[in-house]
């Protein structure tokens, strides 16, 4: 089941909204190049990562990812998203941020519910 609504980003080369898909199926969260250099600096992963996609046998090789904050109702959480060529949507939220900040989707509204007092308290620890 996924979610599309728009999305504030924001890191050390600015900010961009885009349309980001959430979707429980996907493990990481994902944006498009084509976005990266409006919100910030690319870093390189250590080790690339092979993903499998949905077409079975195929796989992805991964090698960039961008740290960034997001925005959902004015509510500031924190991950990286892995830089995907081709990627389909402008930005997914994938099941591994979904569960570090205890993003719920409601499909019956297709609303994203984020409990502000959760987001605070994971932000202080994380300090």
Known sequence: MIIKIPVRYEGENGEKTLYTLFD??????????DFIEDIGDAQKLYRPLEVATANEGTYMKIEQRL?????????????????????????????????????????????????????????????
């Open 24 to 33: 429980s199926g996907s493990t990481f969260s994902c944006i498009h190049p």
């Open 67 to 127: 740290m960034a904050d997001f925005y959902i109702n004015e509510i500031r959480m924190s991950d990286e998203f892995m830089i995907v060529p081709n990627l389909s949507e402008d930005a997914i939220i994938g099941a591994t941020t979904m569960q570090k900040w205890r993003i719920k989707l409601d499909f019956e509204h297709d609303t994203v519910i984020i409990d502000p007092k959760i987001a605070k308290a994971i932000l202080k620890q994380l300090k």
